[in-house]
T-cell receptor
């Protein structure tokens, strides 16, 4: 799986949009970009994933650059409960081997400030 | 629709005892993954199982650890003769099928403390 690079920490004011960047410059054409978060020792929570196109769901939006070398997770209106470690993970498409494991890096600690 | 369930949520074992961690996947999910998070460290993949089969155990320690996912019942992660270094949070995840297109959903974890 391609390696990802994320800033170790970020702050965001409550009610504002949180934009979390991720670099994956060695990503291949068949690798998905996934985002998970972990709120203080709870189980990781799936947020969103995409391959080439931008994606949006009830939790967040995922913006993938045209060359796919980086992406941004957007939480449109951050709340205190969004304080967590956010992980950007790339997974190669397929049905065996490395495709089935999530490789977590160190992530970004997002602190939402009141 | 219930999510991934794990029990117990907290488990205390003395050195040398056995620990059994259970994971019930989401309804309709037949693929189970175990991950471990040591204190102050990141999540590490341990093993991937499909009903009655171990597909990938590349992250499992070679000794004392085993996993199963029987035809009926939950997946079990078993740790024999526990040592203090086994103290960690163990998370189970499930997906409906294999492959990167399918997201994995995690349970709340079992926190194992070895005294």
């Amino acid at each position: 799986d391609a390696k990802t690079t994320q800033p170790p920490s970020m702050d965001c004011a409550e009610g504002r949009a949180a934009n979390l960047p991720c670099n994956h410059s060695t990503i291949s054409g068949n690798e998905y970009v996934y985002w998970y978060r972990q709120i203080h020792s709870q189980g990781p929570q799936y947020i969103i994933h995409g391959l080439k196109n931008n994606e949006t769901n009830e939790m967040a939006s995922l913006i993938i650059t045209e060359d796919r070398k980086s992406s941004t997770l957007i939480l449109p209106h951050a709340t205190l409960r969004d304080t967590a470690v956010y992980y950007c993970i790339v997974r190669v498409e397929g049905y065996g081997g490395a495709t089935n494991k999530l490789i977590f890096g160190t992530g970004t600690l997002l602190a939402v400030q009141p | 629709n219930a999510g991934v369930m794990q029990n117990p949520r907290h488990l205390v074992r003395r050195r040398g005892q056995e620990a059994r961690l259970r994971c019930s996947p989401m309804k309709g999910h037949s693929h189970v993954y175990w991950y471990r998070q040591l204190p102050e460290e990141g999540l590490k993949f341990m093993v991937y199982l499909q009903k009655e089969n171990i597909i990938d155990e590349s992250g499992m320690p070679k000794e004392r650890f085993s996993a199963e996912f029987p035809k009926e019942g939950p997946s079990i992660l078993r740790i024999q003769q526990v040592v203090r270094g086994d103290s960690a949070a163990y998370f189970c995840a499930s997906s409906p099928r294999a492959g990167a297109v399918y997201e994995q959903y995690f349970g709340p974890g079992t926190r194992l403390t070895v005294t």
